[in-house]
């Protein structure tokens, strides 16, 4: 689709006449141009920012940014009709208003803030931002476009015809309960996507202390202090991730599961320490050992288990479970991802 809008801007001759046009043809020429290159703003939309491939988004980009200049270029050859370029000039405006969300920093920045891999609640916020800002200048363009198609039709005497604008063919969107908050001009996708990361960076919390509690397991000698105090490390990390849009029972949940896994290194690890590499345990020693062997394994295991419900619970709420649904449901037909 995109190489062939791409092939229908560049087949605009390179001049035209328009000798033996209505208002009507004019306008009309007009508003065809203008509709391709919304529905190609549209599609740039769709597909540049969540394409992880730096190669492929930077070709969807390119194709993009040059329809704008064909688009332009194609505006530009045609002359004002009896003197009136108002409706053209108008059109021109979007144009290069289109281009410019794609040129430079802006769309860097865009971009940066769908796909990095750890995010902030200031990212959002910006994100937010840069969307409301987008929207509200796309909205008074097309109202001045659309003033301007009126002053003309009433000038010319011919009645504008009401008709949709081409749009992308229609697919699957993704929904859920809550999303988008309400106030909120982005997707319920895109607040997913958010929060998929959010939870990337707290699971590897909880990964870095099941690893750190591994390697006591697996390898405890008498005087062995390093796993608490890379628990009491992670610990210290999780505190220092933010909640995630005012929600912070699943950071909580990551700082809890430290402090029970530290909890139970400190209780029962000098006991394990002291005999392990003993080649014989008395009874009373062996108890002693049994105990403490045991109840580091049911309580880290009870204690990954309230975590995992922490887990599920904030992943149900922000869309995550429900997103990993449809993905599965509509791979290859979905948008707004």
């Known amino acids: 689709?995109?190489?062939?809008?791409?092939?229908?801007?560049?087949?605009?001759?390179?001049?035209i006449s328009i000798r033996g046009w209505s208002a009507t043809d004019y306008n009309d020429h007009i508003v065809d141009i203008s509709d391709r290159m919304w529905m190609r703003f549209d599609l740039i939309d769709e597909l540049s920012l969540v394409v992880p491939?730096?190669?492929?988004?930077?070709?969807?980009?390119?194709?993009?940014?040059?329809?704008?200049?064909?688009?332009i270029a194609a505006l530009q050859q045609v002359?004002?009709?009896?003197?009136?370029?108002?409706i053209r000039d108008s059109a021109l405006q979007e144009l290069h208003w289109m281009k410019a969300q794609y040129e430079g920093e802006g769309w860097v920045e865009v971009?940066?803030?769908?796909?990095?891999?750890?995010?902030?609640?200031?990212?959002?916020?910006?994100?937010?931002?840069?969307?409301?800002?987008?929207i509200a200048q796309a909205t008074a363009l097309e109202e001045t476009v659309l003033q301007a198609q009126e002053a003309f039709a009433r000038k010319h005497r011919f009645?504008?015809?009401?008709?949709?604008?081409?749009?992308?063919?229609?697919?699957?969107?993704?929904?859920?309960?809550?999303?988008?908050?309400?106030?909120?001009?982005?997707?319920?996708?895109?607040?997913?996507?958010f929060a998929i990361?959010?939870?990337?960076m707290v699971l590897d919390r909880q990964n870095a202390m099941v690893d750190a509690l591994n390697v006591y397991i697996e390898s405890p000698w008498e005087g062995h202090t390093g796993p608490a105090s890379d628990l009491e490390r992670e610990r210290?990390?999780?505190?220092?991730?933010?909640?995630?849009?005012?929600?912070?029972?699943?950071?909580d949940a990551?700082?809890?599961?430290?402090?029970?896994?530290?909890?139970l290194l400190r209780e029962h690890g000098p006991t394990v320490d002291k005999y392990i590499n003993r080649l014989v345990l008395f009874p009373k020693a062996r108890r002693s050992y049994d105990s403490s062997t045991l109840a580091i394994d049911e309580d880290s295991d009870a204690a990954l288990a309230r975590f995992a419900i922490e887990m599920e619970a904030f992943r149900d709420r922000w869309g995550i479970t429900a997103w990993d649904r449809f993905v599965e449901a509509h791979d290859g037909e979905r948008r707004g991802d």
């Open 1 to 15: 689709m995109m190489l062939l809008l791409a092939a229908a801007f560049a087949q605009e001759p390179d001049t």
């Open 53 to 71: 491939d730096e190669e492929a988004a930077a070709a969807e980009l390119d194709l993009f940014l040059r329809a704008c200049d064909e688009g």
């Open 79 to 86: 002359p004002p009709y009896r003197g009136d370029a108002s």
């Open 111 to 134: 971009r940066d803030l769908y796909l990095k891999p750890e995010v902030l609640n200031a990212d959002l916020e910006r994100l937010e931002s840069l969307t409301r800002t987008s």
């Open 159 to 193: 009645s504008l015809v009401d008709r949709p604008a081409p749009s992308l063919p229609e697919g699957p969107e993704f929904s859920h309960p809550g999303l988008p908050p309400e106030g909120s001009v982005l997707k319920a996708s895109t607040h997913a996507g």
């Open 197 to 200: 990361r959010y939870d990337g």
């Open 236 to 251: 210290d990390l999780a505190a220092g991730l933010e909640d995630w849009q005012g929600d912070a029972s699943y950071r």
């Open 254 to 263: 990551a700082v809890a599961l430290a402090d029970d896994l530290v909890g």
